[in-house]
């Protein structure tokens, strides 16, 4: 089994910051693509940033430029620093990574893993 525990989140102030860090831990081949998402109640999840395991990353338009997401392969673990934090990043926040591990049937499989998630609120 695969699991991913992320921490970090909480409370801060508009124009404040934030660092998530999100640990992957199991059976373990291969970490791919790792990223984080958010969601606000009664929407759908949306993407804010994604990183390759050669280290390319991609973002969001809204959070460009205020985000950072890194990744330490040896530690099977993904960041993601938040900077000029608005009320409108508000959100419950999952990071995601696709991982290679062994399959039931002795092979090796992909998939696609979900941490359980860390609220931010940004407020005053």
């Known amino acids: 089994q695969v699991q991913l525990v992320e921490s970090g989140g909480g409370l801060v102030q508009p124009g404040g910051s934030l660092r998530l860090s999100c640990a992957a831990s199991?059976?373990?081949?291969?970490?791919?693509?790792m990223g984080w998402y958010r969601q606000v109640s009664g929407k759908e999840r949306e993407l804010v940033a994604t990183?390759?395991?050669?280290?390319?990353?991609n973002y969001a338009d809204s959070v460009k430029g205020r985000f950072t997401i890194s990744r330490d392969n040896a530690k099977k673990t993904v960041y993601l620093q938040m900077n000029i934090l608005t009320p409108e990043d508000t959100a419950v926040y999952y990071c995601?990574?696709?991982?290679?591990?062994?399959?039931?049937?002795?092979?090796?499989?992909?998939?696609?893993?979900w941490g359980q998630g860390t609220l931010i609120t940004v407020s005053s």
């Open positions: 199991g059976t373990i081949l291969n970490i791919f693509t």
């Open positions: 990183i390759t395991s050669g280290g390319s990353t």
């Open positions: 995601n990574a696709e991982v290679l591990t062994i399959a039931a049937s002795g092979g090796s499989r992909i998939m696609k893993v």
